[in-house]
């Protein structure tokens, strides 16, 4: 029997992997329905519930990887991300109850306060210091009470397709190098967490579905990070090693909001069911060496 996939942020980094791994063939999937945002705003409830009732008998799981992820301007426009974070999925999962579809709602590590010093697990206290992660936090909670079979997954500094750390530190590596420029590029290296493929993202995803998983994982590549680690590898792995990058402060960097310190994901819960990721290096070097890498001709050669 083939589980039949309806993607809602089709045009993010994870809707972008997922209906791209649905849409390949994976063995029992299939995609049946994909929206970017402009073509259904999770924010919008009488448009949410018009698609879903539209998808019964033709889906079976919904992922939900909309968001409105631009953490400082959430900041200055509270209404919009609690509209699509936290509203937009209690609406969604209350439509999927009604028409019987499953929800895979995507969270993230910012419903933390980042004071912990070893990995959070889901059972881990909560405490956001952003309206990011309050309105994210409302809204898998809105989820997880919707419905008993609902699945909610935090993930952690997610790259792939479009913009994301990697792309930006290898362009702006490329860019001065071009200019000969031989200034270093300065690089957070005091926030940790839990770099994460989005490609690996939405595998882990199929599997936990395979797995008849509900409730609340935690999903990430292996491995804890700074920021500055994750550049230093994605410049070595791109072939700029003598690049320099100087380790800075988050306080040489003020943001309208705060970022959690350490916001790294224990994912032994996934683990002990048999979904486990690879390390975040082998994350950043499979994603360097995919077709939608940077050094990808199609996505800009850096050679």
Known sequence: MTTRWAVLGAGGQL??????????????????????????????????ARAIAALRGRADVVLNAAAFTWVDRCES????????????????ARACAEAGLRLVHVSTDYVF???????????????????????KLAGERAVLSAGPGALVARTCWVFGPGRNFVRTILEAALARRAAGDTTPLRVVDDQ??????????????????????????????????????VARESLDRAGLQDHAI?????????????RPAFSALDCSKAARIG?????????????????ESPLAPAGGNLA
């Not at 995609?31 to 924010?43: I, K, Y």
Request: hydrophobic share 40%.
């Open 15 to 48: 809707g972008r992997s997922a209906t791209g791994l649905l849409r390949a063939g994976r063995p029992g999937h299939a995609l049946a329905a994909a929206f970017a945002h402009a073509e259904l705003d999770v924010g919008d409830e009488a448009a949410v």
């Open 77 to 92: 426009e509270p209404e919009t991300a609690e509209r699509i974070n936290a509203a937009g999925p209690s609406a969604l």
């Open 113 to 135: 306060d980042g004071e912990a010093r070893r990995p959070y697990t889901e059972e881990a206290a909560t405490g956001p210091r952003s309206v990011y992660g309050r309105s």
């Open 192 to 229: 940790f967490g839990s770099p994460t493929y989005a490609r690996d993202l939405a595998e882990a995803l199929v599997a936990l579905v395979e797995r008849g998983a509900t409730g609340l994982y935690h999903v990430a590549n292996r491995g804890v990070a700074t920021w500055w680690e």
């Open 246 to 258: 100087l380790r800075v402060r988050t306080s040489e960097f003020p943001r309208p909001a705060p």
């Open 275 to 291: 979904v486990r990721l690879r390390g975040w290096r082998e994350a950043v070097a499979a994603y360097l060496g995919s077709e």
